[in-house]
């Protein structure tokens, strides 16, 4: 009776067709098992998953086996992404529940309007707060607004109060390591739908801000495959034809996207300065305008100031930097520097924030054309031209100094590492110049020792500057000019690692470990420095010809005052006490 029973379960097994013979509607040749005949002969997977139904018309077989190859293959790459064994409900296509409370998503959202928006102006506000509520139905939604969280938490003045912590599912932690998890975690969302082939302008912003805070981590590598990326996406939607801008019947969309193009714009051309990468951008819409979005509050004339100051560094130059191309002509650098120097008024309308950008990155600039000039041989001692003297790093020191001394600390730090590290370029091209160049003994001007002073003073009172900088600033003035005295600052050890910045701004102050800080707040900086040796520029030492020693300072004049605040009650001091984002009315 039992070997009856058995034989009839057995039987019953075997009349049930195989998930893949059944969608096929062939007869399934198996005994349940192992793999039918069909499966095998197919190269399928054999499973028994699927629930009857009632049967349906019939159709194309080849069709069906094609879908379902091609099904179980892509369900055979998903699983084995990374080497790890995933199904459809584990987390590689959830979002993580409590990585993010609303309140830290509103103090981020807050953080960047207030600090950033001026010199990247490519957000909405209301906007931003439609895109946070598509957050549980789209993976793009969510993907921008974790991107965006993790970017404003890796800038060095982002501190998150212990109370945004409460509605989250992670423990109290510094908000530079969350900033690097919500990296990873869009990273990992961004592989759940493809937005290489169907990209949309969230893309393009998701890839900048993976770039943004890339290149505060100093993973400069990734940092520019994600800026490569972000510029290629906006080729892809067509962004550089000025038409795209013609067909969008959303104005405020149309000009934050406007606004977008001409910010991958200049921040690849700083980095193809800063890393010696080649173009992909170039001038071939209208500039942003208030007209394009009457709503906007905040004053455009700084940002369009910045696309011009970097509009001239166009093939031709980064082709000669890049040593890709020749044709260098003095009288071209000669017209590029006068172009520098007449690209700014005296008088910025627009954010301190905004005028420190952009005073620093003109006399920075001014200092790579200068270098650009160097190692083409054009420089002279008796050169008509102050662009192509020996002395000139001389002046932009002096302008530098002049413009940064009229701007609060605060400004300053929004700018982060990048900041210090332009102003770290140009002191060290004055030291490479006062190494060679003799200075008069008994002068009475403001001279080259007074800017380097302030150069060593303003990078020590700055957020990484103190710990990592300065020892590099000083090493480098003991090896360039043993005699020289620096009053006021000791020879701190240089760190023995190239350890992230946060661990040097706690010790500056920050003893509470809640707001660890990145290597850099903007990419608009100086390339990465090596923390144990100085800083040089490379044959620089030898690019001097015979007789030389004999130039002085005499005609060097000591910095010309320039208004800076003309709004009532102006501080005037070294580091007057503002808020970054007010309206600056000066230089």
Request: aromatic letters at 10%; hydrophobic letters at 35%; one cysteine or more.
């Amino acid at each position: 009776m039992a070997d009856s029973s058995s034989s009839s379960s057995i039987s019953n097994a075997t009349k049930r067709a195989c998930d893949a013979c059944h969608r096929r509607k062939v007869k399934c040749i198996g005994d349940g098992a192992k793999a039918c005949k069909n499966c095998t002969s197919s190269g399928l997977t054999c499973t028994y998953n699927a629930i009857p139904q009632k049967k349906g018309p019939k159709g194309s077989r080849a069709k069906v086996i094609t879908e379902l190859r091609e099904n179980q293959r892509q369900t055979q790459l998903s699983s084995g992404r990374n080497g790890i064994e995933e199904t459809p409900h584990s987390p590689a296509y959830l979002r993580k529940k409590g990585l993010l409370s609303m309140e830290m998503i509103t103090a981020c959202v807050d953080y960047f309007f207030a600090n950033m928006y001026p010199t990247m102006p490519i957000l909405h506000r209301v906007k931003v707060g439609e895109t946070i509520g598509q957050m549980e139905q789209s993976p793009e939604a969510y993907c921008l607004v974790v991107s965006l969280c993790g970017y404003m938490m890796i800038q060095p003045n982002m501190i998150l109060p212990p109370t945004a912590f409460q509605d989250a599912d992670i423990q109290l932690q510094p908000s530079l390591e969350l900033g690097q998890l919500l990296i990873l975690e869009t990273l990992r969302v961004r592989k759940t739908y493809d937005y290489i082939e169907s990209p949309t302008v969230w893309s393009v912003i998701t890839s900048f801000f993976l770039f943004g805070s890339y290149f505060c981590l100093d993973r400069q590598n990734t940092a520019w495959f994600h800026l490569r990326e972000a510029t290629t996406l906006s080729h892809v939607l067509g962004m550089q034809e000025e038409s795209h801008y013609q067909t969008s019947g959303d104005m405020i969309e149309s000009s934050r996207k406007r606004r977008l193009y001409w910010l991958l714009f200049v921040t690849e051309r700083a980095y193809a300065l800063q890393k010696h990468k080649p173009l992909s951008l170039h001038a071939t819409i209208s500039l942003p305008t208030m007209e394009d979005d009457p709503t906007e509050t905040v004053e455009l004339s700084g940002f369009v100031h910045l696309v011009n100051l970097f509009r001239p560094f166009d093939d031709t130059f980064v082709g000669l930097w890049n040593k890709a191309r020749t044709g260098c002509s003095t009288e071209w650098l000669a017209a590029l520097q006068q172009q520098l120097s007449d690209a700014l008024p005296v008088y910025l309308a627009s954010t301190e924030s905004q005028a420190v950008d952009l005073r620093c990155s003109q006399q920075w600039l001014r200092t790579m054309v200068w270098q650009l000039s160097i190692s083409h041989g054009y420089l002279s001692s008796v050169a008509s031209e102050n662009g192509l003297s020996f002395k000139f790093p001389i002046e932009i020191s002096r302008d530098m100094i002049t413009a940064m001394s009229g701007f609060s600390q605060a400004a300053m730090e929004v700018h982060g590492i990048g900041l210090i590290e332009k102003l770290f370029d140009v002191a060290c091209t004055l030291i490479d110049v006062m190494s060679c160049v003799p200075h008069e003994q008994y002068s009475f001007e403001y001279g080259p020792r007074d800017y380097l002073n302030q150069f060593m003073t303003i990078i020590s009172s700055l957020r990484g500057g103190q710990q990592r900088y300065l020892p590099l600033l000083l090493t480098k003035v003991h090896d360039a000019m043993p005699t020289m005295p620096t009053p006021g600052f000791s020879m701190p050890m240089a760190p023995a690692s190239s350890r992230l910045l946060e661990d040097m701004w706690d010790s500056e102050g920050n003893s509470q470990g809640q707001a660890h800080s990145s290597s850099a707040s903007t990419p608009f900086g100086s390339p990465p420095l090596d923390a144990i040796a100085p800083h040089t520029i490379p044959g620089f030492r030898h690019s001097f010809p015979l007789g030389t020693s004999g130039i002085g300072y005499g005609n060097v004049t000591a910095p010309v005052s320039m208004p800076m605040y003309q709004g009532q009650g102006a501080p005037q001091s070294m580091f007057p006490t503002s808020t970054p984002g007010q309206e600056y009315r000066g230089g």
